[in-house]
């Protein structure tokens, strides 16, 4: 990721009665539009990969808290169970209300 260089704008100011320029403004211009568009896409683009590792660290937290809260610090593994099509079992019973299997 890299830096993003802030610009500070300044506003154009002029005096209505005579015209006169208080402040010069700072100018715009396609370069600092696309700088500003640089800055807001690659903002976007990181919060998205942090947003899946937060995502990731929950899931793993979860498992880690019910294996736990189960008395169950030896069974772990990463399966949210939304689907059994890759999953084996071969004892118990699974609840898909609690997401468990039940011996």
Excluded at 38 to 43: M, W
Excluded at 58 to 65: A, H, I, R
Aim: a negative charge; charged letters at 25%; hydrophobic letters at 40%.
């Amino acid at each position: 990721m890299s830096i993003y260089t802030k610009n500070e704008w300044i506003d154009h100011i002029e005096d209505v009665d005579t015209g006169e320029v208080l402040q010069v403004g700072t100018l715009y211009c396609a370069r600092l539009m696309n700088h500003m568009e640089d800055g807001i896409e690659s903002a976007h683009s990181e919060m998205i990969v942090m947003e899946t590792a937060v995502k990731n660290m929950q899931t793993k937290v979860k498992v880690l808290e019910d294996n736990l809260i189960n008395n169950m610090p030896h069974n772990n593994f990463l399966e949210d169970l939304t689907t059994l099509d890759d999953i084996n079992i071969v004892d118990g019973i699974y609840s898909p209300i609690l997401g468990k299997v039940y011996y």
